[in-house]
């Protein structure tokens, strides 16, 4: 049995299906015998929660996009994360930093290296312990999407764009494989879920 990783995050392009599945994850986890801190980003925190709004209804340089979601996960690392961590809680995020460089690297062009520069500042070398990676095609996602809710200023994007966000997952992903489990999120609900609970077993869950 693998050590179990005690940071674990969940990501994906929009309409992916990750809330879907959030709670039976953090139920899984809670029977395991975890104490489960479930958060999420941009936000967890009232900074970051209000950094969340500005960025995700006012349009913006793409750098400063960036900066902006990482001013709001350094808040988060600290206030939150790495507090729950040090008590021994697990850390159960929606979203970490391989989402800034799928959505600010991938999807608006943000450069690599500049990324990398704020990831070392806001995180610290705090790396999640599995990442959760729901692969979608992005023209159905389009699809669940237009069923599913009203769109903010990312999920208002056009296939194009979230094509470049998950070839931002994809770099990230190929960086660190050990790191990603790769969830085929175009099967069913009942599907999704069964691939998800067998990660979890695998890694010691
Ligand atoms: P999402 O996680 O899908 O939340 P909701 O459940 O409200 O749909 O939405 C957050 C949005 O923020 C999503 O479109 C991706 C975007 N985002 C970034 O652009 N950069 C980031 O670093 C993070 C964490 C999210």
Redesign the pocket.
């Known amino acids: 049995m693998s050590v179990r990783p005690l940071f674990i995050t969940i990501e994906g392009i929009?309409g992916a299906g990750?809330?879907t599945h959030l709670a039976a994850i953090q139920a899984q986890l809670t029977l395991a015998g975890a104490r489960v801190r479930a958060t999420?980003?941009?936000g967890g925190t009232p900074l970051a929660e209000a950094l969340?709004e500005q960025?995700?209804r006012s349009a913006m340089d793409p750098l400063t996009?960036a900066m902006l979601?990482?001013a709001a996960?350094r808040d988060h690392v600290l206030n939150v994360i790495r507090p729950a961590l040090a008590c021994g809680e697990v850390v159960l995020s929606?979203?970490?930093?391989d989402?800034?460089f799928?959505?600010?690297g991938g999807?608006r062009g943000v450069a690599w290296r500049q990324l990398e520069v704020l990831e070392d500042w806001a995180c610290e070398g705090l790396r999640p312990g599995l990442t959760l990676w729901f692969d979608l095609d992005p023209a159905e996602a389009a699809r669940r999407r237009a069923r599913a809710r009203a769109a903010?200023?990312?999920?208002a994007e056009d296939v194009a764009f979230f094509e470049r966000v998950r070839d931002g997952y994809a770099r990230r992903q190929a960086a660190d494989p050990g790191r990603f489990a790769v969830i085929d999120a175009g099967l069913s609900v009942d599907e999704v879920a069964a691939q998800v609970r067998q990660t979890l077993v695998d890694r010691g869950w």
């Not at 929606?94 to 930093?97: K, L, N, T, V, Y």
């Not at 903010?152 to 999920?155: G, I």
């Open positions: 929009d990750k809330s999420r980003e941009p969340r960025v995700l996009e979601v990482f996960r929606d979203r970490f930093a989402a800034s799928a959505y600010q999807g903010d200023r990312c999920e």
